[in-house]
């Protein structure tokens, strides 16, 4: 199982990027998929989460509105559309999937597979 982010950058605030994560060895839907971020000292966050069907999709409250989660089965692709980027969320991204069916979606002791992580930074 690999996963592999891309499309991280430095944004003014008030911009947009979309983040993208490639997977192998497994197809997306078949795991549950989530974005987390980890700013330096500060412990690695639920961001937003994807079911395997890609019907439901789960965010956390500080990016509701403005961040977007979704996948493309064909491709294998996990992406996180976001826009309004404030400085707070300035932090290394993460793309993760999980084998496990049942815990918090947003919790990142649910997730047995982690990408390599892509750095977002907002000023």
């Known amino acids: 199982v690999q996963l592999v982010e891309s499309g991280g950058g430095s944004v003014q605030a008030g911009g947009s990027l979309r983040l993208s994560c490639a997977a192998s060895g497994f197809t997306v839907s078949t795991k549950r998929m989530g974005w987390f971020r980890q700013a330096p000292g500060n412990e690695r966050e639920g961001v937003a989460s994807?079911?395997?069907?890609?019907?439901?999709?789960y965010y956390a409250d500080s990016v509701k509105g403005r961040f977007t989660i979704s996948k493309d089965d064909a491709k294998n692709t996990v992406y996180l559309q976001m826009n309004s980027l404030k400085p707070e969320d300035t932090a290394m991204y993460y793309c993760?999937?999980?084998?496990?069916?049942?815990?918090?979606?947003?919790?990142?002791?649910?997730?047995?597979?982690w990408g390599q992580g892509t750095q977002v930074t907002v000023s």
């Open positions: 994807i079911s395997t069907g890609g019907l439901m999709t």
């Open positions: 993760a999937a999980r084998d496990a069916y049942t815990g918090s979606f947003l919790a990142p002791s649910t997730y047995n597979y």
